[in-house]
């Protein structure tokens, strides 16, 4: 069974830097890329930024300039986000695709923690 680890968030003042991380975890072989995703109550989640481990990394147009997204090792990402604003308060989720030992490819998601940014 694969779990993703997410840690970092909390409540930050406007203007702040906040940095989340990912750690997977389980019998895991290879993994192609990892997601972080964000959502407001009422709102679809949102794909805020991917980096594929090829090195390839995006970001949605709401974020990009302020937040960057580095491989920390082969089964962890780290989202930085600086400049933060209210409209970034959301529910952040780590999703990540998968090939595990011996399985096909498959993904997973994180529990998803709380981002607050005050203003």
């Known amino acids: 069974q694969v779990q993703l680890l997410e840690s970092g968030g909390g409540l930050v003042q406007a203007g702040g830097s906040l940095d989340l991380s990912c750690a997977a975890s389980?019998?895991?072989?290879?993994?192609?890329?990892m997601d972080w995703y964000r959502q407001v109550p009422g709102k679809e989640r949102e794909l805020v930024a991917s980096?594929?481990?090829?090195?390839?990394t995006s970001f949605a147009d709401s974020v990009r300039g302020r937040f960057t997204i580095h491989r920390d090792h082969a089964k962890m990402v780290t989202l930085q986000m600086r400049s933060l604003q209210p409209e970034d308060t959301a529910v952040y989720y780590c999703?990540?695709?998968?090939?595990?030992?011996?399985?096909?490819?498959?993904?997973?998601w994180g529990k998803g923690m709380q981002v607050t940014v005050s203003s």
């Open positions: 999703y990540a695709k998968i090939t595990q030992v011996g399985r096909p490819l498959t993904s997973a």
């Open positions: 389980g019998r895991i072989f290879s993994i192609s890329s």
């Open positions: 980096i594929y481990f090829g090195g390839y």
